[in-house]
């Protein structure tokens, strides 16, 4: 019946797939490359992130998933927003993908970006962009779903940045 969610006991059921084996079968999932952004404290963070979904169109809906162990992921919490930013099929997307997806202090110190409606950096070369203010929150297991109402969006020419299989590739011509 809708609205009803059948719950299955994942002690046990949840151990059957190694997480090398969920992540290569995850891997075989396409999808872009974001940097999510935000400003906690002041401070401007973010990383890099494919766990990224359009949920909803009315209202605009979007969500994102973050690691436990992130320093984005307890950004975010303080920040109440962040800005989703789809990286380009070109070399800047390349080298801010290697940047964000590392754990260095001072990501933001040569990329270029300015601060949008809710505080989020937005990056100046994303190929498209959503700030987003959070109205749900959920753990699911060691990561954090956030779900944003998105206040504003934009997007320019180009092709994006494509992941499979660990990978960045290209869109087949
Ligand atoms: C293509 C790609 C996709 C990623 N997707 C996610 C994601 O969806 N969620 C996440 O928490 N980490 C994701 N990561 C890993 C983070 O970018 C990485 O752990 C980063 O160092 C976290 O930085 P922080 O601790 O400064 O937040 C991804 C990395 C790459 C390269």
Redesign the pocket.
């Known amino acids: 019946m809708p609205g009803n969610t059948k719950t299955i006991d994942s002690g046990e059921l949840g151990k059957s797939v190694a997480p090398t084996t969920l992540r290569a079968v995850a891997g075989t999932f396409t999808t872009g490359?974001t940097i999510i952004t935000c400003t906690a404290d002041g401070a401007p963070?973010?990383?890099?992130?494919?766990?990224?979904l359009s949920v909803s169109l009315e209202p605009p809906l979007m969500l994102?998933?973050?690691?436990e162990?992130?320093?984005?992921?307890v950004a975010v919490e303080r920040a109440g927003a962040f800005a989703i930013n789809v990286l380009p099929d070109n070399s800047k997307g390349s080298a801010l993908?290697s940047v964000?997806?590392?754990?260095s202090d001072d990501?933001f110190a040569s990329v270029d970006h300015y601060g949008g409606l809710l505080g989020a950096p937005v990056l100046t070369d994303a190929l498209g962009w959503f700030e987003c203010a959070i109205v749900t929150t959920q753990v699911a297991g060691d990561?954090t779903l956030f779900i944003g109402l998105v206040v504003d969006a934009g997007h320019v020419p180009g092709d994006p940045l494509v992941?499979f299989r660990g990978q960045n590739r290209k869109l087949a011509a």
């Open positions: 490359i963070q973010g990383c890099a992130a494919n766990a990224v994102i998933s973050l690691g162990t992130s320093r984005t992921r993908c964000f997806a590392g754990r990501k990561h992941f």
